[in-house]
């Protein structure tokens, strides 16, 4: 999985490195830790042909210029867990990545993302990290929206002990560093809702209120630019799911080419 706007590449994922299953380096690059989901327990998940499950996308939609996708699945093998994954997306603009993690016992959760090899980034502050785009006046500024602490940050690169992290393979039997940035917790009921923005580089952005009502599935993400509410509503309703967005005035999309702990 991965994502390119503005005629570059930001998220990526390992590659392939080699066909020889046994080899380290392609162990990793197959790895849960490699792509940008959520590892649990630093375990892989299960590639048991049982435990297959499809595409897992319950629902998706467009309106007011941001699109929307939700996948749904229990990872039964190892971790009983259910998995609620939404994407929300304003080309040109963001990408808001909302994770929810729910099982019986309590896990170690690692909400890991995996970013092109020529950004460079420097943490912003206890929530968030940043990297400028190369030749523009633009910076991708990556932040959670949890509460500050509810998660921890580590950002990664080319990391060799105590096991491979932060690299990626773009030709055959070659790994090259590049940073990987995951956001760490423990619990049995986890909310991860984490925005990647496309802005100048003096912007600032700050965390809104961010709520998750867990009877409807019902949610609430609002941030702060420069000073200026933005975000969304996502509702489920009888006919289906919808996004109801929340933006700063003169703000425009380009037209693509529960809680908190």
């Given at each position: 999985?991965?994502?390119?706007?503005?005629?570059?590449?930001?998220?990526i994922d390992g590659?392939?490195?080699?066909?020889?299953y046994?080899?380290?380096?392609?162990?990793?690059v197959e790895s849960?830790?490699a792509?940008n989901t959520?590892?649990i327990?630093?375990?892989d998940?299960?590639?048991?042909?049982?435990?297959?499950f499809?595409?897992?996308i319950?629902d998706g939609?467009?309106?007011?210029?941001a699109?929307?996708?939700e996948?749904?699945l229990h990872?039964?093998?190892?971790?009983?867990?259910?998995?609620?994954?939404?994407?929300v997306?304003r080309?040109?603009l963001?990408?808001?990545?909302?994770?929810?993690l729910?099982?019986p016992?309590p896990?170690d959760?690692?909400?890991?993302?995996?970013?092109d090899?020529?950004?460079e980034?420097?943490?912003?502050?206890g929530?968030?990290?940043a990297?400028?785009l190369p030749q523009?006046g633009?910076?991708l500024?990556?932040v959670?929206l949890?509460?500050?602490?509810?998660?921890?940050p580590q950002?990664?690169?080319g990391?060799?002990e105590?096991?491979l992290?932060?690299w990626t393979?773009?030709?055959?039997?070659?790994?090259?560093?590049?940073?990987?940035l995951e956001?760490?917790?423990?619990?049995n009921d986890?909310?991860?809702?984490t925005?990647?923005?496309l802005?100048?580089?003096?912007?600032?952005i700050?965390?809104?209120?961010?709520?998750?009502?867990?009877?409807t599935?019902?949610?609430?993400v609002?941030?702060?630019?420069?000073g200026?509410?933005?975000?969304?509503?996502?509702?489920?309703?009888?006919t289906?799911?919808?996004?109801?967005?929340?933006q700063?005035?003169?703000?425009t999309?380009?037209k693509?080419?529960?809680r908190?702990?």
């Amino acid at each position: 999985s991965g994502w390119a706007e503005r005629g570059r590449t930001h998220l990526i994922d390992g590659g392939r490195y080699t066909y020889k299953y046994d080899h380290p380096s392609r162990q990793y690059v197959e790895s849960t830790r490699a792509h940008n989901t959520v590892e649990i327990d630093g375990r892989d998940f299960s590639r048991y042909n049982q435990d297959a499950f499809g595409s897992a996308i319950v629902d998706g939609g467009e309106s007011g210029g941001a699109f929307f996708v939700e996948a749904q699945l229990h990872r039964k093998r190892f971790f009983d867990t259910h998995h609620r994954r939404i994407l929300v997306y304003r080309p040109g603009l963001w990408l808001t990545v909302v994770d929810h993690l729910t099982s019986p016992e309590p896990h170690d959760f690692a909400q890991c993302f995996h970013f092109d090899p020529e950004l460079e980034f420097q943490t912003t502050s206890g929530r968030g990290i940043a990297a400028d785009l190369p030749q523009t006046g633009a910076a991708l500024k990556v932040v959670s929206l949890a509460p500050l602490g509810a998660v921890t940050p580590q950002l990664i690169k080319g990391q060799t002990e105590p096991r491979l992290q932060g690299w990626t393979s773009l030709a055959a039997n070659e790994l090259i560093p590049n940073y990987a940035l995951e956001l760490k917790t423990r619990g049995n009921d986890v909310l991860y809702v984490t925005l990647l923005a496309l802005t100048d580089k003096g912007t600032t952005i700050q965390p809104g209120r961010t709520v998750l009502d867990d009877v409807t599935g019902n949610l609430q993400v609002r941030w702060h630019i420069d000073g200026a509410e933005e975000g969304f509503d996502f509702q489920e309703t009888q006919t289906g799911r919808t996004i109801n967005l929340i933006q700063r005035t003169g703000t425009t999309a380009e037209k693509p080419g529960k809680r908190i702990r």
